[in-house]
């Protein structure tokens, strides 16, 4: 039996209970496709299901249930991937050994090869990508290009506020909202306002200095992706049919979600769904340079208890990459 290292976890808790050890490589089925994954990274969903933090009570019991009562039901995570098809499995027409690609899958992504079905959301890498920027996509713009194109309806002119604009979905938040044609301002720290406006926003606030929700100004939509605002501290800077879309929430989100309308002021919450037409929809954006991807610190695969630590602190800006390929070996992050 073929081995591979993987970064495996049996425990919920902090990145201490994370260990990089030996175990049987994926076996591919029917229909899939196996990847030597190049380059990954550690993202706040990640951090959740190895701590089980979800702010709300009610709905840390049902990811419990979910995922594993006790212990984790899959002891590796990692979602987000680029690397390179090294075997086949039957009925497979979509790729081809030596393929380079990049997805997004339930878990598994925190070590040497994954296993995943070729209609999953796994696509061709852009030429001329790198396996960085194509790790530092998957989760981030996924969940901006669902959450802003779909859920919101975005249009040309409307004014979008993203708060934590320099956090992994925040970067590709303001990028996407910009390309779907939105006047975009960005809560971030004065810090990182210089790269918030590089990634097209129109305006800044330094959240250190001002409190938005009392100000002046009006918005159709505000995107919270960093949990730092709540439906009704968001409501007197919202149009007449504004909305409320926070990334992260709870059973009193989701109350208010079911009485809010459908007209008016109101709040939508939804999970993005990871469909590979939307993956390709995004590398789409990054070949044509539409799409930018922005990247924190890297972190070697023996190091990713340190990527954990660095993305509990909740102030990354942009993505933290795991490389994993052996050939890719990065030195140590500073600390």
């Known amino acids: 039996m073929q081995k591979m290292k993987a970064a495996i976890y049996s425990s919920y808790g902090g990145p201490d209970v994370i260990s990089v ?9 029917d229909g899939e496709v196996l990847v030597q994954v190049h380059a990954s990274t550690v993202s706040t969903g990640d951090w959740r299901m190895l701590t089980m933090k979800t702010g709300d ?3 840390a019991i049902i990811a419990r249930m979910m995922f594993g009562l006790t212990k984790p039901r899959h002891p590796v995570l990692g979602s987000a991937f680029s690397g390179r098809v090294v075997a086949v499995g039957n009925g497979v027409t979509r790729f081809r050994m030596g393929d380079a690609v990049m997805g997004f899958a339930p878990h598994g992504a925190h070590a040497e090869y994954l296993a995943i079905n070729e209609n999953k959301a796994i696509v061709q890498k852009p030429a001329g990508v790198s396996d960085e920027d194509a790790a530092a996509m998957p989760f981030g713009a996924l969940c901006a290009l669902v959450f802003l194109r779909d859920f919101a309806g975005v249009k040309p002119g409307q004014k979008v506020l993203v708060t934590g604009a320099s956090g992994g979905v925040g970067v590709f938040g303001v990028q996407i909202a910009k390309y779907l044609g939105a006047d975009v301002t960005a809560v971030a720290s004065s810090q990182n306002a210089d790269l918030v406006r590089k990634l097209g ?4 606030i330094d959240y250190k200095q001002t409190d938005f929700t009392r100000g ?3 918005y159709d939509l505000v995107f919270d992706t960093a949990g730092v605002t709540d439906f009704a501290s968001v409501k007197p800077v919202l149009t007449e049919n504004g909305q409320f879309i926070p990334l992260e929430f709870g059973i009193r989100e ?9 007209s008016g002021k109101r709040i939508k919450i939804g999970v993005n769904g990871d469909k590979r037409e939307d993956l390709e929809t995004l590398a789409g954006l990054m070949q044509r340079g539409a799409l930018s991807a922005v990247i924190d610190s890297r972190y070697g695969l023996e190091d990713i ?3 954990y630590e660095r993305v509990g602190t909740r102030h990354k800006r942009g993505a ?6 052996s050939h890719l070996a990065l030195p140590r992050a500073a600390a």
């Open 21 to 29: 050890s030996e175990m049987p490589r994926p076996a591919i089925k």
């Open 57 to 59: 009570p009610v709905l």
């Open 305 to 307: 208890a340190r990527a």
């Open 201 to 204: 926003a129109d305006k800044v």
């Open 216 to 218: 002046s100004a009006r």
């Open 254 to 262: 989701m109350r208010q979600a079911m009485f809010s309308g459908k």
């Open 320 to 325: 933290v990459i795991v490389s994993i390929a």
